[in-house]
């Protein structure tokens, strides 16, 4: 029997699919909502917390592992206040494991907002005794690769900034998930770079989502600062495009991240970007 795993963001994304995962693994599962579900699942506790208030002393009562995955979008502080406030109540809790989940975009000095956050955040994790996990882009059935699936399944034009020669690296939600359950099961430490090591560029990544969709991938040629100036206009308008500012720092920040090494540790293969795409498209014919 696993100790119980307790999972902020869980009606997100990724804490979702965190959470249907570790209980289809015969784990016991408690899961950290803004509201309660209309439809919850069986067998899973459904706690409430938000970020933005101090949490309940007793919220991890007899949780062991405590996965954060919650995320309030461009709320630096409250990002950081939140999961500080988190890790403290587990501490207190003594729980066997935290992890966080990073992003690949983590850096002291990245150009988005989104990466110094995760930086800051993963400066309250103990790399000794905490876990953080950077996952590149994650495919799935949610976040922005959804967005961006939805944008080229409309037939929209895809903005190539800088030829679109960024270097992407994927991993599909089951394998993140997978990543994470070996690191309870391992006991494991410290910093993950999680995604395929092959990185393929921004470009090569829009024709193969566009060929999974039958079409031919349209882009547009768009210079760094012009889009920069469009969605600065449009947001100080008060339209909120489904990728902005951040998402265009995000992605001229991208590097490529080694992760042979890590996923070795983890003892996990995880697929590549055409076979997450196959598996992807064919659950949802
Ligand atoms: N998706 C990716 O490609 C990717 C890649 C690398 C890293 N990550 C990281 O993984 C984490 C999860 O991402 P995601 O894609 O699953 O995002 P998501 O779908 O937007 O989920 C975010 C979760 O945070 C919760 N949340 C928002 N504000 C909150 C608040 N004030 N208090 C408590 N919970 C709050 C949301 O709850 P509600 O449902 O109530 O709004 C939701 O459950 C994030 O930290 C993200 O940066 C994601």
């Not at 992890?99 to 989104?114: A, H, P, Q, T």
């Amino acid at each position: 029997m696993y100790g119980k795993v307790i999972i902020s963001g869980a009606s997100g994304f990724i804490g979702g699919h965190l959470v249907r995962h570790f209980l289809a693994k015969g784990w016991t599962v408690i899961a950290l909502v803004r509201v309660f579900p209309s439809k919850p699942l069986k067998d899973v506790e459904y706690r409430l917390y938000d970020l933005l208030q101090a949490p309940a002393v007793d919220l991890f009562r007899e949780a062991a592992y405590f996965i954060h995955a919650a995320y309030l979008p461009n709320n630096f502080d409250c990002n950081v206040t939140g999961a500080k406030q988190l890790l403290a109540c587990s501490r207190q809790a003594s729980l066997r494991r935290n992890v966080f989940i990073s992003s690949f975009s983590s850096s002291v000095d990245s150009e988005s907002l989104y990466g110094r956050q995760k930086y800051a955040i993963e400066q309250l994790f103990c790399r000794d005794t905490d876990t953080i996990v950077r996952p590149g882009a994650v495919l799935g059935d949610g976040g922005l690769f959804s967005k961006m699936n939805a944008h080229i399944a409309a037939g929209k034009r895809i903005p190539l900034i800088q030829g679109g020669r960024q270097p992407m690296q994927t991993i599909a939600v089951d394998d993140l998930c997978l990543a994470i359950e070996h690191i309870l099961l391992k006991d494991l430490s410290g910093v993950f770079s999680v995604a395929e090591p092959e990185s393929l560029t921004y470009k090569e990544f829009f024709l193969l989502l566009a060929a999974m969709n039958s079409l031919s991938a349209r882009f547009l040629k768009v210079p760094y600062r012009l889009l920069d100036m469009l969605l600065w206009v449009s947001e100080s308008l008060g339209f909120h495009l489904p990728v902005g500012r951040e998402n265009l720092r995000g992605l001229i920040a991208l590097r490529y991240r080694e992760t042979k090494g890590d996923l070795h540790r983890l003892g996990i293969v995880i697929k590549d970007c055409k076979a997450s795409l196959e598996a992807l498209f064919s659950n949802t014919k």
